[in-house]
């Protein structure tokens, strides 16, 4: 168990909705991060947030926002949602806020109808 | 072209068997190098970290960085089926950027 929770663990839902995946972080871990995993692309970093504020951002849609908040717990959302989206995505906590020693949770599957 | 390529594999072995899965890379910028394993339906963890060029050895794994050739490895010793897997390379500059994963299967 990395210490990483993430809900819902399976979500499918029709093109054109929204949704929300949350992630709670290792306790005490500042920095979020979130990835998407396709068959076909692998695991593509979309965003990263640091104790509150965007760090890094990666391939993420413009239909694709995300926060972190004060108790530094993060949610990913997506809207106008299409076929394409469905893939596992991947929330990923650290200690500080640039290295390459993260820890993963157990993904949101998403499918997308 | 890819920022970080790997072979997708699947690579199947029997157990006992020495094994090896690479990376290459295109951006100079990386200086971090790690090694995820990812089981079945679980997210990634972290398997080893190097940050120069050179070997780095955790028990049976071994893990090659060769900066000028812009290519990494990892070497897994006395193969078990527990390894079975699917083996992620990372490279870090300003953010982590994932290979797309090589599939290991060790056969007792």
């Known amino acids: 168990d990395s210490g990483v929770t993430q809900t819902p663990k399976h979500l499918i839902t029709a093109t054109g909705q929204r949704v929300t995946l949350r992630c709670s972080p290792r306790?005490?871990?500042?920095?979020v991060y979130w990835y998407q995993q396709s068959l076909d692309q692998g695991l593509q970093f979309l965003i990263q947030?640091?104790?509150?504020?965007?760090?890094a951002k990666g391939n993420i849609l413009e239909r694709f926002s995300a926060q972190q908040f004060p108790d530094l717990h993060s949610e990913l959302n997506l809207s106008s949602l299409e076929l394409g989206d469905s893939a596992l995505y991947f929330c990923?906590?650290?200690?500080?806020?640039?290295?390459?020693?993260?820890?993963f949770g157990e993904g949101s599957r998403l499918t997308v109808l | 072209q890819k920022e970080v390529e790997q072979d997708p594999g699947p690579l199947s072995v029997p157990e006992g068997a020495i094994v090896s899965l690479n990376c290459t890379y295109s951006?100079?910028?990386?200086?971090?190098f790690m090694w995820y394993r990812q089981y079945s339906r679980k997210g990634p963890e972290l398997l080893m970290y190097?940050?120069?060029?050179g070997n780095k050895e955790d028990g049976r794994f071994t893990a090659q960085v060769d900066k000028s050739s812009k290519y990494i490895s990892l070497f897994i010793r006395d193969s078990q089926p527990s390894d079975s897997a699917t083996y992620l390379c990372?490279?870090?500059?300003?953010?982590?950027?994932f290979g797309t994963g090589t599939r290991l299967q060790v056969f007792p």
């Open positions: 306790s005490g871990d500042l920095s």
């Open positions: 190097t940050y120069s060029s």
């Open positions: 990923a906590s650290s200690v500080v806020q640039y290295t390459g020693e993260l820890f």
């Open positions: 990372a490279m870090d500059a300003d953010k982590l950027i």
């Open positions: 951006n100079s910028a990386f200086q971090y």
């Open positions: 947030y640091y104790n509150g504020e965007e760090r």
